[in-house]
């Protein structure tokens, strides 16, 4: 048993992007998003996963995380969507992966920073996420023209990233439409770019979205774009936190637990000390407002979260409950699960944030339905 493990279902992964790629259709291939190390997962098992599962392109935000792939040995396209630096450029252009553009300068920067083979760019339109890309179609189009023309590059593609995909059909068919127009005018100048626009809620909701391929990141983890039910959606969590007692210690009525003594018991009873905390990634907003699943039953947690521990009132008679018993924070044990979904309500954030939260500490073990993988 591990002080604390984030236990990963690989065939879980390779299951939901197989699902994404039946969603997706049949013109349309699957790019899995595994930045910020796969919302937490791993991101060079979980690339493979994918792969395995029908993705055909990886994406990350970051030249580290590129070159984290490329140094496993991962060689399929990888696709790099966040600004880079100057700094970066060097590592981003080392990793080979395909870049994307949204400014004359840094195009300008790629022609420089190119060496034997010419750098596939994608340019981003911006249809209302407000942050990257350009809003001004006319001008991207100018940007793409050069790239096109650029001995060193190759238009390879274009983007954009829909902001309301999970809430707003409407709102996101209109945003789509906006940027097919735009893609009908780049294809003219290069027939075979791909277009991409669909995220995880995208893919499942908006088919005018799909276009040539779609850019999944939540749903490739079993977890709901929308929020909800993974399970409505086909798809399975890939990952559970594990944990075990520590500790078990009678309380007396009138004593506390944890840092501040925000609880004191009412009537004696028994408390479980779970080595995990928020150095782990189990966020201290879980004082006093989660729950454990110990023996297959839920027990709720009391008291502060602190950076290496959470306690658990497991009642007066904690039958059936002892020292070195496995514990499930995030997962399920018998009949109960707890959800991403269900952490992310109780703390007013998603369920992305749940599993991108988790530290390295906690160790990755990695599994297929069970058996060593
Ligand atoms: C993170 C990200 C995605 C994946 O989004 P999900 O909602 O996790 O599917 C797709 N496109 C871009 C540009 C992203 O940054």
């Not at 340019?123 to 060193?152: N, Y």
Request: with cysteine.
């Amino acid at each position: 048993m591990l002080r604390a493990s984030a236990r990963v279902n690989l065939a879980a992964i390779e299951r939901n992007c197989a699902r994404l790629r039946e969603a997706a259709g049949a013109g349309s291939s699957l790019c899995a998003v595994v930045k910020a190390n796969a919302y937490g997962h791993g991101a060079v098992p979980v690339a493979r996963a994918a792969l395995a599962g029908g993705a055909s392109r990886i994406a990350i935000a970051t030249a580290n995380e590129a070159a984290e792939l490329r140094a496993a040995g991962i060689e399929e396209p990888l696709l790099l969507m966040g600004a880079l630096t100057a700094e970066e450029l060097a590592l981003a252009l080392e990793s080979g992966a395909d870049l994307v553009a949204w400014r004359a300068s840094f195009v300008e920067a790629l022609r420089r920073g190119a060496r034997a083979r010419p750098v596939r760019v994608h340019v981003k339109l911006d249809v209302g996420m407000g942050r990257v890309g350009t809003r001004d179609a006319d001008e991207l189009l100018r940007l793409a023209e050069a790239i096109h023309a650029a001995p060193e590059l190759e238009l390879a593609g274009a983007m954009t990233h829909l902001p309301c995909a999970d809430e707003d059909p409407a709102i996101t068919r209109a945003q789509v439409a906006r940027f097919r127009a735009f893609g009908e005018r780049l294809r003219a100048l290069a027939p075979g770019l791909v277009l991409h626009a669909a995220n995880s809620a995208a893919t499942l909701a908006v088919p005018e979205s799909r276009l040539d391929m779609v850019r999944c990141g939540v749903a490739i983890y079993g977890l709901d774009p929308f929020g909800v039910d993974p399970g409505a959606h086909g798809l399975e969590p890939a990952l559970e936190l594990r944990t075990w007692v520590a500790a078990l210690k009678p309380l007396a009525a009138g004593e506390s637990v944890g840092y501040g003594s925000t609880f004191t018991a009412a009537a004696p009873t028994w408390i479980a000390t779970l080595p995990v905390g928020y150095g782990d990634g189990y966020r201290r907003a879980f004082s006093a407002n989660a729950e454990a699943l110990i023996g297959g039953r839920r027990h709720p947690l009391v008291g502060r979260v602190s950076m290496e521990y959470v306690t658990v009132d497991v009642g007066p008679a904690p039958r059936g409950i002892a020292e070195g018993d496995e514990v499930v924070l995030l997962g399920s044990q018998g009949e109960e699960r707890i959800a991403a979904e269900e952490l992310a309500r109780r703390i007013d954030t998603i369920n992305y944030e749940i599993t991108t939260a988790l530290t390295a500490r906690p160790t990755r073990a990695y599994h297929r339905d069970g058996a060593e993988a």
